[in-house]
């Protein structure tokens, strides 16, 4: 048996030896076997890797071979998302479950369908007997989105029917699974809150007669209260993070797992697993944790020229992570604007109005996405066309809502989901055939050698 001193050693020999093997790819070997980088063309557009009738992003068109930027647009099913969460707002009602339906169902309901699809959301939220114990307080999570994949795993042994993958089927699991991720991530939460940070536990039933955005509050709260207002902000949160076309990360990684004809529930976890990651859902944590450590090094907020100086060195990787980005800003399709960015800088704004406490801090928000172009065309010498994306002003949002920073991510994946799902029916209906690209091997042929003589 090994002693603990030992197998420490032993790891770290380990490491070292791997930390030999795993070395970064030269850039210059991608360009020459003609390797897409990121499944991205050297413009910077993504290579077309299928066709999707589910959403659509434009963020720039292509003439005469030549990248144009325009102001960008996201549609779900041929909508536009402004004027779904416009007409959700002219209307006062909630907007996500209208959403839901839409991307599942390729058109948008009338109000009894409306209705009847809500009410069957209701009715499903609860989660299975003796799930909640057995599938998240005995083993709580320190990262909420940890503790989701999990759970979404842990449903396939209480679904009586889980492989089957006919539309039918695939549609109820979905519908239960849109249903049920906000439960299973507020009581992920609160198990966290409990058993890792001290505090006392709550684990609200979510009522069948409210809708997403206000059952996420009053699970999340521990005396249950929100305002209007404030499950109306949250709402629009949810409808804009809901889809954003096949390419993102977490949806191809759906296609790329469901096209092995896999069931629901792999497929879904791997897309939340996806999502955690700090270049995808995760991104809008390290927006805060930027602006905090800004806050924590610029002394006088107001003053352009300091602020413009700390995210030069920023970019330079002389500060922050010393990654060399400036979070929230830029997006792979998005050139001149993010449509979900400027909805949500709007509310925002509406918000700060009422709560004045922020208008500085909002500010600052403001002035970074103001200030980044010039600052990153001067330190780059690069005049890229770049805007602020949806992770600028989302996690502002939620702070200002009172939602604790470990919802943040897990936030975005119960809205998104509903895309996900969407997706995976997509596929697994309309394409019928395993993703496999093709990888370039760098290996040279080796002789073995026996392990005496090694």
Not at 59 to 75: A, F, N, S, T, V
Request: charged share 25%.
């Amino acid at each position: 048996m090994l002693t603990e001193d030992r197998r420490k050693k032993l790891q770290e020999r380990f490491q070292r030896e791997a930390a030999g093997v795993y070395q970064p790819f030269s850039k210059d070997l991608f360009k020459q076997h003609r390797v897409k980088r990121g499944l991205r063309n050297d413009d910077g557009t993504g290579v077309m890797a299928g066709l999707t009738s589910v959403g659509a992003v434009q963020g720039y068109y292509i003439d005469d071979g030549e990248k144009i930027p325009m102001d960008g647009h996201l549609r779900y099913r041929g909508y536009d998302i402004t004027d779904i969460v416009r007409n959700c707002e002219e209307e006062q009602r909630f907007g996500f479950e209208e959403v839901a339906y839409l991307l599942l169902f390729g058109h948008l309901p009338d109000s009894v369908t409306l209705s009847d699809f809500s009410r069957l959301m209701g009715h499903l939220r609860p989660l299975p007997e003796g799930f909640a114990e057995d599938m998240i307080l005995k083993a709580p999570s320190k990262d909420i989105m940890n503790k989701m994949a999990r759970s979404v795993l842990a449903a396939y042994s209480y679904d009586p029917n889980p492989d089957e993958i006919n539309v039918g089927n695939i549609l109820r699991q979905s519908i239960e699974l849109i249903a049920r991720l906000p439960v299973m991530a507020a009581y992920g939460y609160q198990a966290k809150n409990h058993y890792h940070d001290g505090n006392s536990l709550y684990l609200h039933t979510p009522q069948q007669d409210l809708s997403t955005a206000e059952n996420l509050l009053y699970m999340l709260r521990p005396d249950n209260n929100y305002t209007r207002e404030e499950a109306e902000m949250l709402d629009v949160m949810l409808m804009i993070h809901a889809e954003h076309g096949g390419g993102n990360n977490s949806a191809f990684t759906t296609r790329v797992i469901s096209s092995s004809d896999t069931d629901t529930y792999s497929a879904i976890s791997a897309a939340i697993g996806s999502l955690k990651g700090p270049k995808h859902g995760g991104a809008n944590a390290k927006v805060m944790g930027m602006v905090e450590d800004i806050k924590g090094h610029v002394k006088d907020w107001s003053d352009e020229d300091e602020l413009k100086a700390y995210l030069a060195k920023i970019l330079r990787k002389e500060a922050f992570d010393e990654s060399g980005l400036i979070y929230g800003m830029g997006h792979a399709i998005y050139t001149y604007s993010d449509p979900r960015c400027i909805l949500l800088k709007e509310k925002a704004d509406g918000l700060v109005r009422k709560n004045p406490e922020f208008e500085k801090e909002f500010k600052l928000y403001c002035d970074i996405e103001r200030l980044t172009p010039e600052v990153f065309a001067s330190v780059k010498n690069n005049s890229k066309v770049m805007c602020a994306n949806v992770d600028m002003y989302s996690g502002f949002v939620y702070k200002m809502l009172g939602i604790p920073s470990e919802m943040y991510t897990p936030l975005f994946a119960i809205s998104r989901i509903v895309g996900w799902s969407a997706h995976r029916l997509e596929e697994v209906i309309g394409c019928g055939r395993i993703i496999r690209p093709a990888y370039k091997s760098m290996l040279h042929s080796k002789e073995y050698v026996k392990i005496g003589k090694r």
